[in-house]
């Protein structure tokens, strides 16, 4: 079965910190995909990042980072040097190639960003 | 382009009341989505379109229809409004299947009492 924990409910650093967002999945599937979105105070989710099963290079755009480990589960999200207008709610999501067109969402991680 | 829009952007529904929300998207994309986020539980997926003409039930579809009638449009139908329909609501579409993103809309604050 398909499950995403995101075990961090909520993270407050200071402007400039790095900090890093959580995310391990469960899935029984060899194909599938791994998304991060980003839902700032205004609401709408904005989708950051698409990661498949068969590509476990990591990425880096800009401040924002992805390490995808396929060992471990795990779909962690960096953000470095951290900015006031990184607080927002951050979801890990799984879609899988036997799910049907199901999407499954972690609970989200509340990021404060203090100046 | 104005990307995923939905209407109304708040509402308030008595027990027993019913309503309509309206997604629209100007992407020509096939799929579209309903989730409801609940406080600590991520996006559930309520139903979901792959294309004109066609429905499917998600993973808390009870109390809610859906149609689209039309590519662009997506309606979500509560037709006997109760309190644990109390949610946000979000509409999304995407261009394929389970290997695409989702592209959402802004939500529907609704409140039932």
């Known amino acids: 079965a398909q499950k995403v924990t995101q075990a961090q409910t909520e993270i407050s650093v200071v402007e400039k910190e790095d900090v890093t967002l959580d995310c391990v999945y469960e899935t029984r599937d060899t194909t599938y995909y791994l998304f991060w979105y980003k839902q700032p105070p205004s609401g709408e989710l904005v989708f950051l990042i698409r990661r498949n099963s068969f590509d476990e290079q990591n990425e880096i755009s800009g401040r924002y980072s992805w390490n995808f480990q396929k060992s471990t589960s795990s779909f962690n999200f960096t953000i470095t040097a951290s900015q006031v207008v990184d607080s927002a709610v951050y979801f890990c999501a799984l879609s899988e190639a036997t799910g049907g067109f199901k999407t499954i969402f972690g609970a989200g991680t509340r990021l404060f960003v203090k100046a | 382009n104005a990307g995923v829009t939905q209407t109304p952007k708040f509402r308030v529904l008595k027990t027993g009341q019913s309503m309509t929300l309206l997604c629209a998207q100007d992407m020509n994309h096939e799929y579209m989505y309903w989730y409801r986020q609940d406080p600590g539980m991520g996006l559930r997926l309520i139903h979901y379109?792959?294309?004109?003409?066609?429905?499917a039930k998600g993973e808390v579809p009870d109390g809610y229809n859906v149609s689209r009638l039309k590519k662009q449009n997506f309606l979500l139908g509560l037709e006997s409004a109760a309190p644990s329909q109390t949610s946000v609501y979000f509409c999304?579409?995407?261009?394929?299947?389970?290997?695409?993103?989702?592209?959402f809309g802004p939500g529907t604050r609704l409140t039932v009492t």
């Open positions: 999304a579409s995407s261009l394929g299947g389970y290997s695409y993103e989702q592209y």
């Open positions: 379109s792959v294309g004109e003409g066609t429905t």
